[in-house]
């Protein structure tokens, strides 16, 4: 039996929380998702993950639904949505208003910097979870490999990261085949 109530408090929390959009809170959601509720694996999610960025649109939505669909169908897909933005939205009303109000604020503008350290702590952890799996079946070198390649390609050459993720999903399917 679906939980509604849980599906729709695991992105609620974890868009609620997420400061600076979608990116900072992936690491949030993945806490929700696989470790919290198990609605998908680590595999599962950093596919999700890479898939959902090469499709337009916000991260965060797109992760929502996903979601939402697996575990409570359309039901589930609406809620999973509502926690998602429902917090975005109301928090863009309210932070603007007091953001115009107080713009000058050292405290203010104290808050907001200091918690980008957070957000970046939070990137690292993700992407160290993420890895792990990477270099466990295909080695340190190889995933340092294709990790330097794609930094290259989308920071050196301006590729966008849709490219770069349907080459690596190619790169996988026809080099990497017997790794798994």
Do not use: C
Request: charge should be neutral; avoid cysteine.
């Amino acid at each position: 039996m679906i939980d509604w109530l849980n599906l729709l408090l695991g992105f609620l929390i974890a868009n609620l929380l997420g400061y600076g959009g979608g990116p900072s809170s992936i690491p949030l959601m993945y806490q929700e998702i696989v470790p919290h509720y198990h609605w998908l694996s680590d595999a599962e999610f950093s596919n999700m993950l890479a898939l959902g960025n090469a499709l337009p649109g916000p991260i965060a939505t797109k992760i929502a639904a996903y979601v939402g669909f697996e575990v409570g169908g359309w039901i589930g897909l609406g809620l999973a949505l509502l926690g998602t933005v429902l917090p975005s939205a109301a928090g863009l009303i309210l932070l603007l208003r007091l953001l115009a109000k107080y713009r000058q604020s050292s405290v203010v503008k104290g808050m907001t910097l200091l918690v980008q350290p957070v957000i970046a702590i939070m990137m690292v952890t993700l992407t160290w979870r993420m890895a792990k799996e990477p270099l466990d079946d295909i080695g340190i070198w190889q995933t340092l490999a294709i990790a330097a390649i794609a930094f290259w390609a989308m920071e050196r050459r301006k590729i966008h990261p849709a490219t770069v993720i349907v080459a690596a999903f190619i790169y996988g399917g026809l080099v990497l085949q017997h790794y798994v």
